[in-house]
């Protein structure tokens, strides 16, 4: 059993900063090292990618939108440590939505697509 869960949303204005929080944790039946990806959801659009990064954090990958003002990282290189942060920056009003966070016991995320399991959501609101 995975669980995923994140943290760290909230209402900020524009030009500020955000920092969200993933850990996904338990094992499947292969394996308790995942590559973590972050997507979102803003009302009315279909869910999008935004960041990803492999298990064992050597490899990155951005939604353009995303390039240059979002940095996906992990907590420790302890592969065990499922933990991953996306510090959001310069936060613009259309990057309002729902961000999930996404865990993958392949590559999948890394190249387009997406893992198994999913958090819940964490609201980021950014507005003046």
């Known amino acids: 059993q995975v669980h995923v869960e994140e943290s760290g949303g909230g209402l900020v204005q524009p030009g500020e900063s955000l920092r969200l929080t993933c850990t996904a944790s338990?094992?499947?039946?292969?394996?308790?090292?995942?590559?973590m990806g972050w997507f979102r959801q803003a009302p009315g659009r279909q869910r999008e990618f935004v960041a990803a990064?492999?298990?064992?954090?050597?490899?990155?990958?951005?939604?353009d939108s995303a390039k240059g003002r979002f940095t996906i990282s992990r907590a420790s290189k302890d592969l065990e440590d499922n933990t991953v942060y996306l510090q959001m920056d310069r936060l613009k009003p259309e990057d309002t939505a729902v961000y999930f966070c996404?865990?993958?016991?392949?590559?999948?995320?890394?190249?387009?697509?997406?893992?198994?399991?999913w958090g819940q959501g964490t609201q980021v609101t950014v507005s003046s």
């Open positions: 338990g094992r499947t039946d292969k394996t308790s090292t995942f590559s």
């Open positions: 990064i492999s298990w064992g954090g050597s490899s990155t990958q951005y939604a």
């Open positions: 996404n865990a993958d016991s392949g590559i999948s995320v890394l190249m387009g697509g997406q893992g198994d399991y």
